[in-house]
């Protein structure tokens, strides 16, 4: 009996922590490629070094090229990371590549930003 109550704690917060790891995933596929909650298309840039944490796409460039935006409190979960910009606000990366919109797509299915001066990528599952 004195094992049982050590034994339900546990079970309560492994469970507890499975439920955080089930948060949804940022971006999801449609048509091949991934798309934000707003359903538009999702990009990468070559530019942006894997892993570093860093977006070089600031100023002007996230103007044309919106991130993928995270909450404050939102945190990675599987492929996705959370990345702090340089402007201090959060953005979500994928495989440690920071995910962008393109201001020109204007609905959902557009990729009209792939391949760009050629450091443009649609984001792939």
């Not at 546990?10 to 798309?35: F, H």
């Not at 090229?65 to 990345?83: Q, R």
């Not at 201090?88 to 009209?112: F, I, N, R, V």
């Amino acid at each position: 009996m004195k094992f049982l109550i050590p034994l339900t704690l546990a079970a309560a917060l492994l469970g507890g922590c499975a439920s955080m790891s089930s948060a949804p995933a940022p971006a999801m596929a449609s048509d091949g490629v991934l798309v934000g909650p707003n359903r538009m298309t999702l990009y990468t840039f070559d530019r942006d070094v894997a892993g570093s944490g860093k977006s070089v796409c600031n100023g002007p460039c996230a103007t044309n090229w919106p991130p993928l935006m995270a909450g404050g409190n939102d945190k990675g979960n599987g492929d996705y990371t959370v990345i702090t910009r340089d402007d201090g606000q959060k953005q979500w990366a994928l495989k440690g590549k920071p995910l962008y919109h393109w201001a020109k797509d204007t609905k959902p299915g557009d990729k009209t930003g792939d391949g760009f001066n050629n450091v443009w990528r649609v984001a792939k599952p």
